[in-house]
């Protein structure tokens, strides 16, 4: 057995040669990561040679951590479990994420929102992994830097794009209840968005001077 894993592993001893082997199942999700960590420890391959990338890596503490942060867990305790998990994936990424944690994950609001904000602007793909991102460190999707462009962003590709859209779902009571449940993950109520929305097209108008300040 001893002389089948090492044979095995010579045949995949270069990363070029079995990345592509490892980065499907990876890709496939935290389960898929947790087989490829499975696989090469069987093999003998370091799971830091694995090919992470900061998807990857996100997924892989997300789940890891998902009880603790249920749970509460203080955010010292978090970062322990962190560093332990970010062993596994290599120096570089770890100092990478470790840099990441000590300029946003562990602070005030105000100090990681110029982090996020920029993600978040760049649109609904930087708005999900912003969402991500702030979960795996256990911050509130309700605390990120959210603005009506980044929420309407949001409520559009979560319910206009992927959710329910026949007419009859779109004008009725199941419609507003979709909206109100993505709202809940920013920290709006129904009211707030219906006035945001009502501005919106009011300062839109002054835009284009159909409607004069008064």
């Given at each position: 057995?001893?002389?089948?894993?090492?044979?095995?592993?010579?045949?995949?001893?270069?990363?070029?040669?079995?990345?592509?082997?490892?980065k499907?199942?990876?890709?496939?999700?935290?389960?898929?990561?947790?087989?490829?960590?499975?696989?090469?420890?069987?093999?003998?391959?370091?799971?830091?040679?694995?090919?992470?990338?900061?998807?990857?890596?996100?997924?892989?503490?997300?789940?890891?951590?998902?009880?603790?942060?249920?749970?509460?867990?203080?955010?010292?305790?978090?970062?322990?479990?962190?560093?332990?998990?970010?062993?596994?994936?290599g120096?570089?990424?770890e100092?990478?994420?470790?840099?990441?944690?000590?300029?946003?994950?562990?602070?005030?609001?105000?100090?990681?929102?110029?982090?996020?904000?920029?993600?978040?602007?760049?649109?609904?793909?930087?708005?999900?992994?912003?969402?991500?991102?702030?979960?795996?460190?256990?911050?509130?999707?309700?605390?990120?830097?959210?603005?009506?462009?980044?929420?309407?962003?949001?409520?559009?590709?979560?319910?206009?794009?992927?959710?329910?859209?026949?007419?009859?779902?779109?004008?009725?009571?199941?419609?507003?209840?979709?909206?109100?449940?993505?709202?809940?993950?920013?920290?709006?109520?129904?009211?707030?968005?219906?006035?945001?929305?009502?501005?919106?097209?009011?300062?839109?108008?002054?835009?284009?001077?159909?409607?004069?300040?008064?």
């Amino acid at each position: 057995m001893k002389q089948l894993r090492q044979y095995i592993r010579e045949l995949l001893s270069e990363a070029t040669e079995y990345d592509s082997k490892f980065k499907p199942l990876m890709d496939s999700g935290y389960d898929g990561i947790k087989q490829a960590m499975e696989l090469a420890d069987t093999l003998g391959i370091p799971s830091q040679e694995l090919p992470w990338t900061e998807e990857l890596i996100t997924d892989y503490l997300h789940y890891e951590t998902a009880g603790l942060r249920a749970a509460g867990t203080s955010p010292s305790t978090l970062r322990k479990e962190y560093n332990k998990l970010l062993a596994n994936t290599g120096p570089a990424w770890e100092e990478r994420w470790s840099g990441l944690f000590d300029s946003i994950g562990l602070q005030e609001a105000t100090e990681y929102d110029d982090k996020f904000k920029p993600l978040m602007d760049s649109g609904p793909d930087g708005i999900k992994q912003a969402m991500e991102l702030a979960d795996s460190l256990g911050i509130p999707s309700q605390e990120l830097p959210w603005d009506f462009k980044s929420i309407s962003d949001y409520v559009h590709e979560t319910v206009v794009e992927t959710g329910p859209n026949t007419p009859s779902i779109q004008r009725g009571e199941k419609y507003r209840k979709l909206i109100e449940d993505q709202l809940a993950n920013v920290g709006w109520t129904w009211d707030d968005w219906a006035a945001a929305v009502q501005q919106d097209a009011i300062n839109f108008n002054f835009s284009l001077g159909l409607r004069e300040r008064k």
